[in-house]
């Protein structure tokens, strides 16, 4: 079992920025992806940004990709998601995932089997 514990959400106004921590614990290894899904209300959960842990590929979403940046700092076993120039449609419930996903499945909440609880960024405009 692996635990995810996400922090630094928050209320930012638009054209801010957040950062996004990720602490893992329990059988973490080196050949997880670590990724970023977000759920804003009535919308289906989405990829945001994801991690290979080994390799620290990194893979974003278009409505992301220049703003935002993930990465890893292994001692700690911690994954970040640095969020700028923030904007109001990036309004939601961000969520960390590991798991070992195939080229399919990356994308897509199927391919993760860990999941965080989930931390609220709020960008008012």
């Known amino acids: 079992q692996v635990q995810l514990v996400e922090s630094g959400g928050g209320l930012v106004q638009a054209g801010g920025s957040l950062r996004l921590s990720c602490v893992a614990s329990g059988r973490t290894s080196s050949r997880y992806v670590m990724a970023w899904f977000r759920q804003a209300p009535g919308k289906e959960r989405e990829f945001v940004a994801g991690?290979?842990?080994?390799?620290?590929?990194?893979y974003y979403a278009n409505s992301v990709k220049g703003r935002f940046a993930i990465s890893r700092d292994s001692a700690e076993s911690t994954a970040y998601l640095q969020m700028n120039s923030l904007k109001p449609e990036d309004t939601a419930v961000y969520y960390c995932a590991a798991g070992r996903p195939n080229s399919s499945t990356y994308f897509y909440t199927n391919g993760y089997d860990y999941w965080g609880q989930g931390t609220q960024v709020t960008v008012s405009s």
């Open positions: 991690i290979i842990w080994s390799t620290t590929s990194t």
